[in-house]
């Protein structure tokens, strides 16, 4: 095991956050003995459509979401840079940060992993850090898939109860998770919230309270509320 700090990157739009991103990403934390997993709130998705709540939103929900999970942070490391949060500008910058590649795990559900390929800068980012792919809602990622669309990658399945020998120094591989998590999304969040449906259970209670309080995901009928200070995009940042 390396004696080196190892850091999961759990990168994506979060809005809102839910029970399924952070089962994912304490199952990749406990499978490849991280030291801790940063939750990357986004600024300008490239992959995705525009998010309906504000950077702002999206990250107090995540530090909500992970004020009780002490390996897990909320992290505003993508929100520092104007546009698209590109995955190999992200690495690029941890890189001129002191992180090793060999340090740095990269989290993606399957299914945007099965898209990698179209991402900005492929295959060559796959050389700045190890890549997770876990599974969502039972649905296990498929090595066969996986190995194809990384071909002449290193690909190592974890299950429960084994853990990573990734060791520090390594050449990156790719590391697929068979962990199953809530089958629980966003866009079924959002759409619930905006019919006054109820959303307990599916986000956690703080994240539940705070967009019941601003009226996010409402039909346009939320009360506006005032940006929520900068300073609370710092405050959980761990470098």
């Known amino acids: 095991m390396t004696t080196g700090r190892r850091l999961g990157l759990f990168g994506g739009t979060f809005d809102p956050v839910h ?3 952070l089962a994912a990403a304490e199952a990749v934390r406990d499978a490849l003995r991280l ?9 300008v998705p490239p992959h995705r459509p525009q998010p309906a709540a504000s950077v702002h939103h999206r990250f107090a929900m995540v530090a909500l979401a992970v004020q009780d999970r002490p390996a897990l942070r909320a992290s505003d490391f993508e929100l520092r840079s104007a546009g698209p949060s590109y995955t190999s500008a992200t ?4 890189h001129a940060a002191g992180l090793h590649p060999s340090q740095l795990f990269f989290i993606v559900g399957a299914d945007a992993f099965a898209e990698i390929a179209t991402w900005r800068d492929y295959p060559r980012f796959l050389d700045a850090a190890h890549f997770v792919a876990v599974n969502r809602g039972g649905r296990s990622p498929d090595p066969a898939g996986a190995a194809a669309t990384v071909a002449g990658r290193r690909v190592r399945a974890v299950r429960p109860g084994m853990a990573s020998d990734a060791e520090e120094g390594e050449t990156p591989a790719v590391f697929l998770v068979d962990h199953p998590t809530p089958d629980v999304s966003s866009t079924t969040i959002r759409d619930r919230s905006s019919r006054g449906l109820p959303i307990a259970g599916m986000v956690p209670p703080a ?20 940006p929520l ?6 405050e959980q940042e761990h470098h």
């Open 19 to 21: 029970i399924g991103h």
């Open 229 to 234: 200070t900068a300073s609370l995009l710092h």
């Open 35 to 43: 030291d801790e997993v940063w939750l990357l709130a986004s600024h």
């Open 207 to 226: 994240v539940e309270r705070h967009i019941r309080r601003h009226g996010l995901y409402a039909p346009g009928d939320g009360t506006p509320v005032e």
């Open 91 to 94: 690495l690029s910058r941890l």
